[in-house]
């Protein structure tokens, strides 16, 4: 099989810029470029990221694919655990692909798409559990009307949801890679847009 690496390398770019980051900008973008967050040196990070797909993609070609995940273990919230279960995810991919005629760029783009998912999931979960903390301070909301108003929110594309979205997907990339001022920049930012759904929720509420 002749492998084109360049497919594979635009491959790890759009699928980590996308709805994310705005190359060369150092802005971070929610689903779109109407909410933007400009914050420096977050490109050197995302290129970071990049690298340990591209650096490492001889162990993806040779079908180590456990061998593969297990070096982002250095992403903050990726342990022995979750990089199992994403293989676990992966195995059953690829058995259901067993009888097709499938492109190794079709099976990169799963691979990737798993792992910066489950990233942005364990993340953007922590930051949920802060907003339901904060409503909770300011209210006796239940649970089950805090994340009626967030589904809600999600199925809008609120601007204020997507961005905190992709600022904690930054913020745990900034701390992974040992950008300290960026990670406390995100942190900031993670908390203006935390406040602002928080009021959306107190005053849907009342």
């Known amino acids: 099989m002749k492998v084109d ?14 709805q994310f980051y705005l190359g060369g900008q150092d802005l971070i973008i929610g689903r779109n470029a109407e909410v933007s967050v400009k914050i420096s040196n977050s490109g050197q990070i995302i290129q970071k990221f990049k690298n340990l797909f591209n650096n490492n993609i001889n162990l993806f070609l ?12 250095k992403i903050k ?6 990089i199992k279960d994403i293989n676990k995810e992966l195995q059953e991919k690829l058995t259901y ?26 993340h953007f979960n922590m930051s949920l559990e ?24 999600f199925m809008k594309n609120n601007n ?3 961005i905190l979205y992709n600022l904690s997907y930054l913020d745990a990339l900034a701390e992974s890679f040992n950008y300290k001022k960026v990670a406390h920049t995100c942190k900031i930012q993670k908390g203006k ?5 928080v009021k959306i929720i107190v005053s849907n509420n009342n």
Not at 5 to 18: F, G, K, P
Not at 62 to 73: A, I, P, R, V
Not at 193 to 197: G, K, V, W
Request: hydrophobic content about 40%; cysteine-free; overall charge negative.
């Open 5 to 18: 690496l360049e497919r594979l390398y635009d491959a790890t770019d759009n699928l980590i810029n996308q």
């Open 160 to 162: 204020n949801i997507s």
């Open 193 to 197: 847009f935390i406040n602002r759904i």
């Open 97 to 122: 692909l067993d009888d097709t005629d499938f492109d190794y760029v079709v099976l990169y783009t799963l691979v990737l798409s798993s792992l910066i998912s489950r990233i942005r999931d364990l």
């Open 130 to 153: 802060e907003i339901n903390k904060r409503v909770k301070s300011k209210t006796t909301i239940t649970n089950a009307v805090i994340q009626g108003i967030l589904d809600d929110l």
């Open 62 to 73: 040779e079908g180590k694919y456990l061998q593969f995940l297990s070096l982002f273990k």
């Open 77 to 82: 919230g990726l342990n022995d655990a979750e």
